[in-house]
Nanobody, 124 residues
Framework: QVRLVESGGGLVQAGGSLNLSCAAS????????MGWFRQVPGKGRDFLAT????????YYANSVKGRFTISRDNAKNTTLLQMNSLKPEDTAVYYC?????????????????WGQGTQVTVSS
């Protein structure tokens, strides 16, 4: 079992930045591919970014490429999502997720474990 806890969400003005953090516990963190998703009410979870266990492979959704950066620190059991140039349409609940599969993928079904989410609100 893996427990994931997100933090760092909040209210920010358009054009601003936020850094989300996801702390993992329960199993060896470097065994897992990590991902970030977001969800708005009434819609499914949208893929944002994923990173392989070593950090050597990173993939992004087109909607956030160039604005968001995913990283991980296996020594600290943490994955981060740095978000810059935020837009009102980035408003959502943000989730981190862990997959026991080695290949990073954008499919939410690929991920075994999920955090409880953290709210990000971008005002115009």
């Amino acid at each position: 079992q893996v427990r994931l806890v997100e933090s760092g969400g909040g209210l920010v003005q358009a054009g601003g930045s936020l850094n989300l953090s996801c702390a993992a516990s329960g199993r060896t963190f470097s065994d897992f591919t990590m991902g970030w998703f977001r969800q708005v009410p009434g819609k499914g979870r949208d893929f944002l970014a994923t990173i392989s266990w070593s950090g050597s492979r990173r993939y992004y959704a087109n909607s956030v490429k160039g604005r968001f950066t995913i990283s991980r620190d296996n020594a600290k059991n943490t994955t981060l999502l740095q978000m810059n140039s935020l837009k009102p349409e980035d408003t959502a609940v943000y989730y981190c997720a862990a997959s026991s599969q080695l290949q990073p993928r954008a499919d939410a079904g690929w991920y075994n474990y999920w955090g409880q989410g953290t709210q990000v609100t971008v005002s115009s």
